[in-house]
C-alpha cells in the first residue's frame, strides 16, 4: 500500500525537551512538506524539501528544524525554543515530476507539551 | 502573499440536503485543491482543480480561475460528509512556489440524521 506515514500518533513531552516526529513516504514523491494546525485553524506550513539534502523555511519555521538525508523521509524537530508547540502536526507529499501533482497528506501526530 | 477566503465558516444541514462551499483567493493560482478533514485528523483529498469542473459521485467542484474563486457542491448530504473543508491554493506571482499549499480557515460542515 503506497501512502504516508508518521509517528506516533500522540505525543506528550515536558517544556524544554526537544522532540522529532516522523514522516514516512513509499509514493516515491521528489518534494514533502510539513504543516502545523492549531485548534479551528487552517494548516500553516513549517518547512518543506524540494529534494534529497535541500530544504527551505516555510512561514513558522522559527523554533523547528528539519533533515533530508533520504527521499523517503523528512523529519521533524521542534526544538525547546519554539514558545507554542502545543499542535497537530501534519506532513505531506508530492510529486513535481509527473502528473497527479496534489498533495497527500500523513495521519498527522497530535503534540502536548505541558 | 496570497490570501484564501473560505464561505461559510459554519453551516449546518438535515441529511438529504444540498450545499455549496465557496473559496475565494486574491491572486491568480497553479494548483487549488480541495480537501475534507475527517473527526480523526485525516485530511482526505476531494479535488485537484486549479480550473474547470469535475464531478466525484455526489461532490463536485468547479473553479473560475480569472474570476478568482472556487465552488464545492455537495448534493444529498450524508451525516459521514461532516467535517472540516479546506481550498487551499499554490500561488502563480513570484515564479517557482515549490508547491506550497496556502490554506483557508475552513467551513466546518455538520449534516443531521
Known amino acids: 500500500d503506497g501512502g504516508i506515514t508518521q509517528s506516533p500518533k500522540y505525543l506528550f513531552r515536558k517544556e524544554g525537551q526537544n522532540v522529532t516526529l516522523s514522516c514516512e513516504q513509499n509514493l516515491n514523491h521528489d518534494a514533502m512538506y510539513w504543516y502545523r494546525q492549531d485548534p479551528g485553524q487552517g494548516l500553516r506550513l513549517i518547512y518543506y524539501s524540494q529534494i534529497v539534502n535541500d530544504f527551505q523555511k516555510g512561514d513558522i519555521a522559527e523554533g523547528y528544524s528539519v533533515s533530508r538525508e533520504k527521499k523517503e523521509s523528512f523529519p521533524l524537530t521542534v526544538t525547546s525554543a519554539q514558545k507554542n508547540p502545543t499542535a497537530f502536526y501534519l506532513c505531506?507529499?508530492?510529486?513535481?515530476?509527473?502528473?497527479?501533482?496534489?498533495?497527500?497528506f500523513g495521519p498527522g501526530t497530535r503534540l502536548t507539551v505541558t | 502573499g496570497i490570501q484564501v477566503e473560505q464561505s461559510p465558516p459554519d453551516l449546518i444541514l438535515q441529511e438529504g440536503a444540498n450545499s455549496t462551499l465557496r473559496c475565494n483567493f486574491s491572486d491568480s493560482v497553479n494548483n487549488l485543491q480541495w480537501f475534507h478533514q475527517n473527526p480523526w485528523g485525516q485530511l482526505i483529498n476531494l479535488f485537484y482543480?486549479?480550473?474547470g469542473t469535475k464531478q466525484n459521485g455526489r461532490l463536485s467542484a468547479t473553479t473560475v480561475a480569472t474570476e478568482r474563486y472556487s465552488l464545492l457542491y455537495i448534493s444529498s448530504s450524508q451525516t459521514t460528509d461532516s467535517g472540516v473543508y479546506f481550498c487551499a491554493v499554490v500561488g502563480a506571482a513570484g515564479g517557482t512556489s515549490y508547491g506550497k499549499l496556502t490554506f483557508g480557515q475552513g467551513t466546518i460542515l455538520t449534516v443531521h440524521p
Open positions: 482543480i486549479p480550473s
Open positions: 505531506a507529499s508530492r510529486s513535481y515530476r509527473q502528473p497527479p501533482y496534489e498533495q497527500y
